[in-house]
């Protein structure tokens, strides 16, 4: 049973209301929301409501009903992982573009952690009394790159702790749609867009999930949502068009970097949900605007890794080089006007 109460500026129809009420951990779309008002599930006071369209008001309470979870259960599978680093306690993973990190009902198997279970075998000592991987940070199942897992309680406690406090160091490369610069002065009017020496952009903001699309994440301001900054510097320039840009976070939200660049104007190339509908300019870029266009991904890729080791305390860093599909778009990119 969830219980939210109405905000001072909750639309006024039901499922549109609660869409914007409910917690972001509760992972409830419209759409589920509307299948649970129309089962029954949504009530009032005691009085059960069926009319996704009926009408509330700011301040009022509402109840739903959720049955059990369905259970996912997660079973050990022989996919091959390119392995950086592996100890006792702790396991790093060049993750392919394509792969989720963590079964769910719509993916519940082909996944890291079912890889992981089948690689790591009895050499995992335990997360919270189950052998299983402890996965402290994820990346985008379209994102390819670094990844950090736990295979002890001790290890997974101690990764947690560090990225708690956003001592974690990670680089992300992406190519962009244009070339944010300083100079710009779209750019530096864009709210929560500031500038720092060496030509780093900082985006600070708050992220919270979109009003209307639940899947995705929005930019928001305070009180609203969760702190977020990400910094990025330009690394090289493709003709005025697109960028490939150097990323690093400070905090780690869902899509950070993604929705960040997205405010500031710079989507990735490729990403279906941020990027929007721009393209390069044929004229300019022939045959890299056709590239661009033809990405199937976003263009993110999480190049570099470096925490202290949970129980030793040694310092680790790790990168990866781009992989070929973004190796092929940033040449294509290149040729286009050499």
């Not at 060049?94 to 790591?120: Q, R, Y």
């Not at 030793?312 to 940033?330: E, H, K, N, V, Y």
Request: glycine share 10%; hydrophobic share 40%; charged share 20%.
């Amino acid at each position: 049973m969830i219980e939210v109460t109405l905000g001072p500026d909750s639309p006024p129809r039901l499922d549109k209301a609660l869409s914007l009420a409910v917690p972001e951990e509760a992972a409830l779309s419209r759409s589920r929301l509307a299948r649970l008002i129309s089962e029954g599930a949504v009530s009032r006071g005691g009085e059960v409501v069926t009319d996704q369209k009926a009408k509330v008001a700011p301040g009022e309470t509402w109840q739903i009903c959720l049955g059990p979870a369905v259970a996912v259960e997660t079973l050990p599978e022989a996919i091959a992982l390119n392995v950086v680093y592996e100890d006792a306690d702790l396991i790093v993973i060049d993750k392919p573009a394509g792969m989720v990190v963590h079964p769910a009902p719509g993916s519940p198997s082909g996944t890291l952690v079912n890889a992981l279970l089948h690689h790591c075998g009895d050499s995992l000592s335990g997360i919270g009394g189950e052998r299983r991987p402890g996965i402290v940070h994820r990346i985008d199942k379209e994102t390819s790159g670094l990844l950090v897992a736990a295979k002890s309680d001790r290890a997974h406690h101690g990764l947690a702790t560090q990225f708690e406090a956003h001592s974690v160091t990670r680089h992300y490369l992406a190519v962009c749609h244009g070339v944010p610069m300083g100079s710009d002065p779209r750019l530096r009017g864009t709210r929560g867009v500031s500038f720092e020496a060496g030509g780093v952009i900082r985006i600070a903001t708050n992220l919270a999930r979109h009003r209307t699309d639940r899947q995705k994440q929005a930019v928001t301001w305070p009180p609203e949502g969760r702190h977020a900054v990400t910094r990025a510097h330009v690394v090289e320039a493709f003709a005025g068009q697109a960028a490939l840009i150097d990323c690093w976070l400070e905090t780690g939200r869902t899509h950070q970097i993604r929705v960040h660049l997205a405010h500031a104007g710079h989507g990735l190339i490729g990403d279906p949900v941020y990027g929007g509908r721009r393209k390069l300019s044929e004229k300019l870029m022939g045959e890299g605007a056709q590239a661009a266009a033809d990405f199937p991904r976003q263009a993110l890729h999480a190049a570099s890794l470096g925490f202290d080791h949970p129980v030793s305390g040694a310092r680790l860093d790790f990168t990866s080089a781009l992989p070929a599909d973004m190796q092929a778009l940033i040449g294509a990119l290149r040729g286009c006007y050499r």
